[in-house]
């Protein structure tokens, strides 16, 4: 019999709190992050929002508790930001004292930077201490620089899967600690702003000019966002005996391929419903059981299509309260299922659910309507998180509330 | 690692004509430009046309291999599709990143965006194959293939009959020209036969596609078991000797990815203490140095436990065996961060 795996620290930050306490605060107070970037050299500066974090990166260094140096990426120093809050949370002071692994997940790696020197770097007539991020080029150059700043040795990995790699993370982090191969790994993923990306969702056109919409029937596509989160998953029997604080249990997960289209859904959402139910089953919870979905929605056309006919195929005419926090957020890809996570894990502690922002009008394919006010106060047992990506990558977690 | 696995099934391209054909006859192909580039075989027969004319080439190459490989193992139901890439498509990352200076930011062709995205070949292959099944992507380095290898095993303890599972990266010009700039490349021109003789900083470079079908039962057909797997990320020397010694008893063979880098030689000198006397081939001077060689050298492991013959051409340093080989240690690193030991047998 596998092991439970419990979630027994989380840290993140994002463009609505620089750490878990004030994401919550703007979550509960409807504060979006989304705007329009300080930072990105782009001609969309004004035309296409993002949801930014609000330091320039000198700043960030700090925070991360790290000397200015070169080499550091924002994509590493936002890594390291929410790696040592989570490791806090958890009261992990030394992350040798038990072995354990760190399971990271990138979509461009330290881009936001290297695409600032890339021509210098191919430039042979040019030198300087711009060639200190040729090896940020790659996805693990984050990776390996949180670990190495932090203290991890033992088991590190990079994982890339589009929108789905953060949830990827977090569920081979799991499994590693059900087949007993670690009591504890930190999972989950970090990303930087870049003119690449947005670049690219914008020439795929589902890039929206105003604030996104998701679920609504005007909407026209994501916003981007920045941030890292990471959770540490820690063994039952690691956790009791080290009399660990358990925040919520991740009682189930699912990846599964939807093999459709390079980067469009299906428009019946088999992939998404398959992951969710399978998911679910993994957890050993009913679909009465599940309270509230913090669902992908990007508010892409296809997204919201296919995981709302996902949703009422799964759930019939009685789908939980769902919705969708890249208002807030924006769609922070290789982060966005480690965010979401705590988000949800925060949902079952605060009996809160969160609204979807910038709602008004219910798309004529669905007959279902995400929550747009606060509600507080709402017992959450059970909570659905998806992540679905480019390359029919699907990924759901359910989190569960941790009994005793 | 609890439990073993077999491999069922397998492809390479690589710098060498490993795609088709008889190894153990086939020449060893070698360059003194310091980059290895692989022998790209007849697409064709393997994607359609219409579909390959948008194709960058890692995406055939990957695709490629992976339906070879397929075809190679006999077993045709999908399963779990596993790959580690340190780099991806770069030919479309960096056309991307051109596209986005040359024409403004505006009017582009998404393309080359979602090929540049590391897990486009995975998804191919699923969409191919209408496989519905877990689907994963590591992409850390000298840990990229080694991590899809883990989770490979670790589905396969979970119940999975088999996974489909490989690596793939290309070197483009440019990006032999930019990991110059930070020291990876031999500064002069070395004969790649003869690398090992020109012990100095830097290696020659190398890419590569290989895939593997693995399985939790063996058949005839298996080609090695892989009964043993180690990690070790930036070990001490003597955490090294100790990992290794603990870990392959009785190897009579050692396959290692020993490249002629001066800066990183010292972690071979550790495996040469460790076990005197065991032969030992290297095989960098086939593929050349690259985030997921490791897959090259399992490849070639397996296929030397299944034949009990070397290929003669490419080790011409080394005498046939002359006594059956049941057990081979592989030993590689990627510029001293990520080292990997695997222990193969015989089935």
Same mark, same amino acid.
Not at chain 1, 253 to 267: G, K, L, Q, R, V
């Given at each position: 019999?596998?092991?439970?795996?419990?979630?027994?620290?989380?840290?993140?930050?994002?463009?609505?709190?620089?750490?878990?306490?004030?994401?919550?605060?703007?979550?509960?107070?409807?504060?979006?992050?989304?705007?329009?970037?300080?930072?990105?050299?782009?001609?969309?500066?004004?035309?296409?929002?993002?949801?930014?974090?609000?330091?320039?990166?000198?700043?960030?260094?700090?925070?991360?508790?790290?000397?200015?140096?070169?080499?550091?990426?924002?994509?590493?120093?936002?890594?390291?930001?929410?790696?040592?809050?989570? @490791?806090?949370?958890?009261?992990?002071?030394?992350?040798?004292?038990?072995?354990?692994?760190?399971?990271?997940?990138?979509?461009?790696?330290?881009?936001?930077?290297?695409?600032?020197?890339?021509?210098?770097?191919?430039?042979?007539?040019?030198?300087?201490?711009?060639?200190?991020?040729?090896?940020?080029?790659?996805?693990?150059?984050?990776?390996?620089?949180?670990?190495?700043?932090?203290?991890?040795?033992?088991?590190?990995?990079?994982?890339?899967?589009?929108?789905?790699?953060?949830?990827?993370?977090?569920?081979?982090?799991?499994?590693?600690?059900?087949?007993?191969?670690?009591?504890?790994?930190?999972?989950?993923?970090?990303?930087?702003?870049?003119?690449?990306?947005?670049?690219?969702? =914008?020439?795929?056109?589902?890039?929206?000019?105003?604030?996104?919409?998701?679920?609504?029937?005007?909407?026209?596509?994501?916003?981007?966002?920045?941030?890292?989160?990471?959770?540490?998953?820690?063994?039952?029997?690691?956790?009791?005996?080290?009399?660990?604080?358990?925040?919520?249990?991740?009682?189930?997960?699912?990846?599964?391929?939807?093999?459709?289209?390079?980067?469009?859904?299906?428009?019946?959402?088999?992939?998404?419903?398959?992951?969710?139910?399978?998911?679910?089953?993994?957890?050993?919870?009913?679909?009465?059981?599940?309270?509230?979905?913090?669902?992908?929605?990007?508010?892409?056309?296809?997204?919201?299509?296919?995981?709302?006919?996902?949703?009422?195929?799964?759930?019939?005419?009685?789908?939980?309260?769902?919705?969708?926090?890249?208002?807030?957020?924006?769609?922070?890809?290789?982060?966005?299922?480690?965010?979401?996570?705590?988000?949800?894990?925060?949902?079952?502690?605060?009996?809160?659910?969160?609204?979807?922002?910038?709602?008004?009008?219910?798309?004529?394919?669905?007959?279902?309507?995400?929550?747009?006010?606060?509600?507080?106060?709402?017992?959450?047992?059970?909570?659905?998180?998806?992540?679905?990506?480019?390359?029919?990558?699907?990924?759901?977690?359910?989190?569960?509330?941790?009994?005793? | 690692?609890?439990?073993?696995?077999? #491999?069922?099934?397998?492809?390479?391209?690589?710098?060498?004509?490993?795609?088709?054909?008889?190894?153990?006859?086939?020449?060893?192909?070698?360059?003194?430009?310091?980059?290895?580039?692989?022998?790209?075989?007849?697409?064709?027969?393997?994607?359609?046309?219409?579909?390959?004319?948008?194709?960058?080439?890692?995406?055939?190459?990957?695709?490629?291999?992976?339906?070879?490989?397929?075809?190679?193992?006999?077993?045709?139901?999908?399963?779990?599709?596993?790959?580690?890439?340190?780099?991806?498509?770069?030919?479309?990352?960096?056309?991307?990143?051109?596209?986005?200076?040359?024409?403004?930011?505006?009017?582009?062709?998404?393309?080359?965006?979602?090929?540049?995205?590391? =897990?486009?070949? =995975?998804?191919?292959?699923?969409?191919?194959?209408?496989?519905?099944?877990?689907?994963?992507?590591?992409?850390?380095?000298?840990?990229?293939?080694?991590?899809?290898?883990?989770?490979?095993?670790?589905?396969?303890?979970?119940?999975?009959?088999?996974?489909?599972?490989?690596?793939?990266?290309?070197?483009?010009?440019?990006?032999?020209?930019?990991?110059?700039? #930070?020291?990876?490349?031999?500064?002069?021109?070395?004969?790649?036969?003869?690398?090992?003789?020109?012990?100095?900083?830097?290696?020659?470079?190398?890419?590569?596609?290989?895939?593997?079908?693995?399985?939790?039962?063996?058949?005839?057909?298996?080609?090695?078991?892989?009964?043993?797997?180690?990690?070790?990320?930036?070990?001490?020397?003597?955490?090294?000797?100790?990992? @290794?010694?603990?870990?392959?008893?009785?190897?009579?063979?050692?396959?290692?990815?020993? =490249?002629?880098?001066?800066?990183?030689?010292?972690?071979?000198?550790?495996?040469?203490?460790?076990?005197?006397?065991?032969?030992?081939?290297?095989?960098?001077?086939?593929?050349?140095?690259?985030?997921?060689?490791?897959?090259?050298? @399992?490849?070639?492991?397996?296929? #030397?436990?299944?034949?009990?013959?070397?290929?003669?051409?490419?080790?011409?340093?080394?005498?046939?065996?002359?006594?059956?080989?049941?057990?081979?240690?592989?030993?590689?690193?990627?510029?001293?961060?990520?080292?990997?030991?695997?222990?193969?047998?015989?089935?």
């Amino acid at each position: 019999m596998a092991e439970r795996v419990f979630i027994t620290g989380v840290g993140m930050i994002t463009a609505i709190g620089d750490d878990v306490v004030g994401n919550l605060h703007s979550l509960r107070s409807q504060h979006s992050g989304l705007g329009y970037t300080e930072y990105i050299d782009t001609i969309y500066r004004q035309v296409l929002p993002v949801a930014e974090v609000k330091h320039p990166s000198e700043s960030l260094f700090a925070l991360a508790g790290v000397p200015v140096k070169d080499g550091y990426t924002r994509t590493t120093l936002l890594g390291l930001i929410a790696m040592r809050e989570a @490791l806090q949370h958890a009261g992990i002071e030394e992350v040798q004292s038990v072995p354990t692994g760190f399971i990271n997940a990138s979509t461009v790696g330290g881009m936001c930077d290297t695409e600032k020197v890339y021509f210098d770097i191919i430039d042979p007539e040019k030198n300087g201490a711009f060639l200190q991020y040729i090896d940020t080029l790659d996805c693990a150059d984050c990776t390996q620089r949180i670990a190495d700043v932090v203290g991890f040795s033992e088991h590190i990995a990079t994982i890339s899967t589009a929108c789905s790699s953060s949830a990827n993370a977090l569920m081979f982090g799991a499994r590693m600690i059900r087949q007993g191969m670690l009591p504890r790994v930190v999972c989950g993923g970090t990303e930087a702003l870049t003119r690449f990306t947005l670049n690219g969702f =914008n020439s795929l056109k589902n890039v929206d000019k105003q604030f996104c919409r998701p679920f609504d029937q005007q909407r026209t596509g994501l916003n981007l966002g920045e941030g890292a989160a990471y959770l540490v998953l820690e063994s039952e029997s690691f956790a009791k005996a080290n009399n660990s604080r358990i925040l919520a249990e991740l009682s189930g997960y699912c990846n599964t391929n939807e093999a459709f289209h390079p980067t469009s859904p299906s428009p019946d959402g088999d992939g998404a419903y398959e992951a969710m139910k399978t998911a679910l089953a993994m957890s050993g919870h009913s679909l009465e059981q599940v309270e509230y979905i913090n669902v992908h929605g990007t508010a892409t056309l296809n997204n919201d299509v296919s995981e709302g006919k996902a949703l009422e195929r799964l759930f019939g005419d009685k789908v939980p309260l769902f919705s969708s926090t890249k208002p807030f957020t924006g769609h922070t890809l290789a982060a966005a299922g480690a965010i979401e996570a705590i988000y949800s894990i925060l949902a079952i502690q605060h009996g809160l659910i969160f609204p979807n922002l910038n709602f008004s009008e219910k798309m004529e394919e669905l007959s279902i309507t995400p929550v747009t006010q606060l509600l507080e106060g709402y017992p959450v047992n059970n909570v659905i998180s998806n992540s679905f990506g480019f390359g029919g990558n699907n990924a759901s977690l359910v989190i569960s509330k941790y009994e005793g | 690692m609890k439990g073993k696995c077999y #491999i069922q099934g397998m492809a390479a391209i690589s710098p060498q004509p490993t795609f088709e054909g008889d190894i153990f006859q086939a020449p060893l192909v070698h360059t003194d430009s310091n980059l290895l580039a692989c022998i790209e075989p007849d697409y064709k027969p393997f994607i359609p046309g219409n579909s390959l004319r948008r194709m960058t080439r890692t995406l055939k190459m990957g695709l490629t291999a992976a339906l070879k490989c397929i075809q190679d193992s006999g077993i045709s139901t999908p399963g779990p599709i596993i790959t580690g890439t340190g780099k991806g498509s770069l030919q479309d990352t960096e056309k991307f990143i051109k596209e986005i200076v040359e024409y403004k930011e505006t009017a582009l062709n998404p393309t080359p965006f979602i090929q540049s995205t590391y =897990n486009s070949v =995975n998804g191919l292959i699923a969409l191919q194959q209408k496989c519905t099944a877990y689907n994963n992507t590591f992409v850390h380095r000298g840990f990229s293939f080694e991590n899809a290898l883990l989770d490979s095993i670790m589905m396969i303890q979970e119940g999975a009959s088999h996974t489909l599972t490989g690596a793939f990266e290309e070197i483009t010009k440019e990006h032999f020209y930019i990991k110059s700039r #930070i020291g990876c490349w031999k500064s002069t021109s070395v004969n790649s036969q003869e690398v090992y003789q020109h012990l100095s900083p830097g290696t020659i470079a190398g890419e590569g596609a290989t895939f593997f079908t693995l399985t939790g039962a063996a058949t005839p057909q298996s080609y090695a078991a892989i009964s043993g797997f180690r990690m070790l990320y930036k070990p001490s020397e003597e955490k090294l000797a100790t990992a @290794l010694r603990d870990f392959s008893e009785g190897a009579d063979l050692i396959i290692c990815g020993r =490249n002629g880098d001066s800066n990183h030689e010292h972690y071979y000198e550790v495996l040469d203490a460790c076990f005197p006397g065991v032969p030992q081939l290297p095989f960098k001077h086939l593929c050349g140095e690259y985030d997921t060689a490791g897959a090259f050298g @399992l490849w070639l492991g397996a296929r #030397i436990l299944r034949a009990q013959q070397l290929p003669a051409s490419w080790f011409p340093m080394q005498e046939q065996l002359t006594a059956p080989v049941h057990s081979i240690l592989f030993y590689n690193h990627f510029f001293g961060e990520q080292h990997v030991m695997l222990r193969l047998e015989r089935v």
